[in-house]
């Protein structure tokens, strides 16, 4: 496809300076497709945008640059057509709130959710009640509160180490009777 391309532009460009660009062409293309390529990293991709910033070149080519100018041109070609192809490939489609409840949404379920967060507070305070006080005060001072691990010590008037230990026994403990709430309530449905 590059060869192409390639062929097509040189087609496109005065007959004098076609040899130029060819040689232009021929120093450039694997830098730009290098370029491009760590850019998109995808091969395709990579080809198929070289061949548009080479085309891009040969339709608006200016004679008078010079050799490191056109080379700088190029590069300022390539960054924008990369720049072009990711806004393209992750432009959103846009729509209001407006056009949404017109088609027929109804809004956010938020009887739902609070209903289950309801529910989830309940089996935490449940599975808390059935821990041991220290398990307990533990879990709050740590998870509720916030607390560090050294606050926490402080707080109950332990060692660092403990409130480690306290707190791994208090979440096993915790797991196992989350089971054990879980299957009351399904028996009290």
């Known amino acids: ?9 040189c087609r496109e460009v005065p007959m004098d300076t076609q040899q130029e660009f060819q040689q232009f062409y021929q120093e450039n293309l694997g830098l730009i497709y290098r370029y491009v390529y760590n ?12 061949s548009q910033i080479f085309l891009k070149v040969v339709s608006s080519i200016d004679q008078e640059r010079s050799w490191l100018s056109m080379q700088k041109w190029l590069y300022l070609i390539a960054r924008s057509t990369i720049a072009d192809y990711w806004r393209a490939r992750y432009r959103l489609p ?9 088609a027929g949404w109804e809004g956010p379920a938020e009887v739902e959710a609070t209903a289950t967060s309801n529910r989830a507070e309940e089996q935490v305070e449940r599975i ?22 050294k606050a926490t010590a402080l707080q109950m008037g332990a060692t660092e180490a403990n409130v480690k230990v306290l707190q ?10 989350e089971q054990v709430v ?6 009290a449905l």
């Open 1 to 9: 496809m590059q060869t192409m391309c390639a062929e097509r532009a």
């Open 39 to 50: 850019q998109v990293s995808n091969r395709e991709e990579a080809e198929d945008l070289t």
């Open 94 to 102: 846009k729509s209001s709130l407006d056009a949404m409840l017109e």
């Open 128 to 149: 808390l009640q059935a821990l041991p006080e220290k398990y307990r005060e533990v879990l709050k001072c740590r998870f509720l509160l916030k607390l560090s691990v």
């Open 168 to 177: 791994f026994r208090a979440l096993k403990r915790a797991a196992d009777l």
């Open 182 to 187: 879980i299957e009351q309530e399904h028996r």
